[in-house]
């Protein structure tokens, strides 16, 4: 039944034409969030008057919003089918992407950021679903990976065209451009010949019934989504105050080459990382990964020159950017093909939890104490981690049999 909705792959191809397209969707995608979590910062004290605080807020806002939606994304998948749940978010995204050439206040600004994260979380918790089925069933940890360096791509390429679009032209102009590339994202998904599963055929009974928190949250994927949460946790130190940390050692304009560093070690390795994990199991890939994510942070708590940043980037990106298309791969592969909108929101969930309260606490140990003690701190909670991993049932195999 299923193979009469799916479009017909080779066994072993994963540079599918589906597969590319879902490349170039979330890459699109990133591109224009990380663009935006650049330079709105700027945009609102420049030019609507605001504070840093402010500034502050409208970026939680669209993470707030992401979080609260996450638990019902893969409900929503789930009822309306992943070809309209692509499509619907897609447009919603687009359109919300169009409305700040339309902003002329820091309200409208915070109100379209907050509205704006719903679809965000709803988009990237369908793409994983999507993106899984054009992936041959032995190349699931390969595959995975280059999706999630898409990602990481957008890291790269988002702050890159931001801020060099500013330079020559007004924010307005800067807003069209990347609500033109949401277009073009846009574009490559409806190009997608997206599959279908078949529903279980439900009972009066069963349809009647209230949602229940099985309907919200993947309990199969907990274990690996507590790691992600702590693993996040730890990771939004680089994400939040990595730039604050070099500027206050004079070291900002090394701080733009840290990204491209991280993405560049993340690609160097990608090849060997997805087909270890597929040949040799997750831990093969975890463990060392773990390793160096942590030698990273050290790193970087004893930084004094634009060198050893750089250097950190080199084993950040070898660890966390490995770390992380293992545990979604790990997450997916734990559960039915059916129940996948439901695995990938409960991950993100807890990942994106993670990242909200680690920046809180990391913003109360630098104040607190300093940036060197943060990032050693972070350094040993991803050793603790990496125990924590291996005394759970996270190490069991996933249950290949249930997505085959």
Not at 66 to 77: D, E, K, M, N, Y
Not at 141 to 153: A, D, I, K, P
Not at 287 to 296: L, N, W
Not at 393 to 402: C, D, F, M
Request: glycine content about 6%.
């Amino acid at each position: 039944m299923l193979e009469n909705h799916s479009p017909a792959l080779p066994s072993e191809q994963l540079w599918n034409r589906s597969f590319i397209l879902c490349l170039c969707n979330n890459l699109f995608l990133f591109i224009y969030y990380f663009a935006m979590l650049t330079v709105l910062p700027i945009y609102i004290m420049q030019d609507l008057g605001g504070t840093i605080k402010e500034a502050g807020l409208a970026l939680t806002l669209f993470l707030v919003s992401s979080i609260a939606i996450r638990p019902f994304s893969g409900l929503i998948v789930e009822k309306l089918g992943k070809r309209t749940a692509l499509r619907g978010a897609g447009l919603l995204f687009v359109m919300f992407a169009f409305s700040y050439l339309l902003i002329d206040s820091l309200w409208s600004l915070l109100l379209a950021r907050f509205l704006h994260g719903f679809w965000f979380s709803i988009l990237t918790t369908v793409n994983v679903p999507v993106v899984n089925d054009f992936i041959p069933e032995k190349r699931k940890g390969e595959g995975m990976g280059y999706f999630v360096m898409s990602t990481n791509l957008g890291v790269v390429f988002g702050p890159l065209i931001a801020l060099t679009v500013i330079q020559f032209a007004s924010f307005t102009a800067l807003f069209a451009l990347l609500s033109i590339v949401t277009c073009i994202g846009y574009i490559f998904s409806l190009s997608l010949k997206v599959q279908e599963y078949p529903q279980a055929v439900e009972t009066d009974i069963v349809q009647k019934r209230k949602i229940g928190l099985h309907d919200i949250v993947e309990t199969k994927v907990l274990p690996i989504s507590l790691i992600a949460l702590l693993v996040a946790f730890a990771y939004s130190s680089v994400t939040s105050f990595i730039t604050a940390y070099a500027d206050s050692q004079n070291l900002l304009s090394a701080a733009s080459v840290f990204f491209i560093v991280f993405a560049v070690s993340m690609i160097a390795v990608r090849p060997w990382v997805g087909k270890w994990y597929d040949q040799k199991g997750p831990s093969s890939v975890i463990y060392p990964s773990f390793v160096s994510f942590a030698i990273g942070l050290v790193i970087v708590s004893l930084m004094t020159n634009q060198w050893m940043l750089w250097l950190s980037a080199v084993f950040i990106g070898m660890g966390y950017g490995s770390l992380f298309p293992c545990m979604q791969t790990m997450a997916i592969q734990s559960v039915p093909k059916q129940r996948m909108g439901h695995a990938i929101s409960t991950f993100f969930a807890l990942f994106d939890l993670g990242l909200a309260i680690g920046s809180v606490i990391m913003g109360l140990l630098i104040a607190y104490f300093d940036y060197s003690f943060t990032y050693l701190s972070c350094a040993v909670m991803v050793i603790v981690t990496l125990f924590i991993y291996k005394a759970s049932a996270v190490l069991k195999k996933p249950a290949q049999t249930s997505i085959s």
